[in-house]
């Protein structure tokens, strides 16, 4: 029971099993905060008209296997590989909460000598060690979705920037709530970077004067499992009768949120938004239990970590700022501060346009 400006806590995704754990990582101003503990790693030179090299193996480590999320962004990686003529292959964990396995992971992949290794990091200093041995080894490390400390890699894929996603998210739900109201944060797990950032410039939102009758009272943790997100839903509801609105920034989370909601007495009641998949959430929001939500394309940020990775590896690019590599018809992106790689701006899915995307 705390109010916004109280709050300083970390967020943290939940979902249904087949909901994708999208967004359990880091965008961009939460690599801004991991500079704290040094740049990311440049080495060698680069050409920017160097050759692509084919035959090079790249794996993909997400941060949960078999997570529709990932499933969907690891296809966008592997599409855009074996368009470029190289190997993809993909590892990992089940768990979201398995660090030790992550880095256990990474280990195996050095010892393979692969080329490349494109990670969505379940802690953003766990695997440091682990992923500094493997830059040692000469191979490329790329991270997406959630980043580990930019020391400890070259590029990372940020989905979008984290500024823009808590502010919106905050003003998706704040005009539903005619800005009025107690909500809540159901996030991930508490180590995740993004999660933890998201919330921060929520809070820095809801600190402005046209939000100042909307009182965040709690943030609850699914960690990334749908049984758990469920209930933590029903729990923030028990908890607080009263509370108008809802924050989901986990596609695993919102979904999870949006069941409970649609078979309950709260449905049109309680306001949920969030970060959601439009297959996952279609339904919902067909029936009025979401208004609307929004998310990036997980198979382009899955496609752009792989063509990150290729380019590091053909020596067009070593992760310094500035520097620029073409991701097939996505266009040409540009590295930024501390080797940080932005998508671009997130896409809000409502009743009007909900039907247009299938992923």
């Not at 449905?267 to 929001?285: E, F, I, S």
């Not at 979401?290 to 970590?305: I, N, Q, R």
């Not at 996505?330 to 997130?346: D, E, H, N, Q, R």
Request: charged share 15%; net charge neutral.
């Amino acid at each position: 029971m705390f109010r916004t400006k109280a709050l300083a806590t970390a967020a943290v995704f939940t979902a249904l099993a087949v909901t994708a754990a999208a967004c359990g990582g880091a965008t961009k101003s939460s690599t801004d905060d991991s500079a704290a503990a040094g740049s990311n790693v440049v080495s060698g030179s680069a050409n920017p008209n160097a050759a692509t090299k084919t035959g090079l193996a790249v794996a993909f480590l997400p941060k949960q296997t078999n997570n529709p999320y990932f499933t969907i962004a690891d296809n966008g990686g592997k599409q855009a590989l074996q368009g470029l003529g190289e190997t993809y292959k993909e590892v990992g964990t089940s768990s979201a909460t398995d660090t030790a396995g992550q880095v256990s992971y990474v280990n195996t992949l050095t010892q393979q000598k692969v080329d490349g290794i494109a990670l969505s990091a379940q802690d953003p200093g766990a695997l440091c060690t682990a992923l500094k041995q493997a830059m040692a080894n000469g191979i490329k490390v790329v991270t997406y979705d959630s980043d580990t400390n930019a020391a400890c890699r070259q590029i990372f894929i940020s989905q979008a920037s984290d500024a823009d996603l808590g502010a919106s998210e905050v003003d998706i739900l704040g005009k539903q709530l005619d800005y009025t109201g107690d909500i809540a944060i159901l996030s991930a797990a508490q180590t995740a970077t993004n999660q933890n950032t998201w919330i921060k410039y929520m809070q820095q939102e809801l600190a402005k004067p046209q939000f100042k009758n909307m009182h965040l009272v709690k943030i609850a943790y699914g960690n990334d499992d749908a049984q758990t997100s469920f209930q933590q839903t029903q729990g923030l509801l028990a908890q607080y009768p009263n509370l108008k609105g809802i924050i989901s920034p986990t596609t695993v989370g919102i979904k999870a949120a949006a069941q409970y909601l649609d078979g309950s007495q709260y449905k049109g009641k309680v306001a949920l938004t969030g970060l959601g998949t439009p297959n996952d959430m279609r339904q919902y929001v067909q029936d009025g239990t979401v208004t609307s939500f929004e998310l990036w394309d997980p198979a382009k940020l899955g496609a752009l970590a792989a063509y990150a990775a290729v380019a590091l590896a053909s020596g067009q690019i070593n992760g310094t700022q500035g520097q620029s590599f073409t991701a097939g018809s996505m266009g040409k992106f540009t590295v930024g501060a501390t080797g940080v790689v932005t998508l671009g701006p997130p896409q809000v899915f409502d009743a009007s346009n909900i039907a247009q995307f299938n992923f």
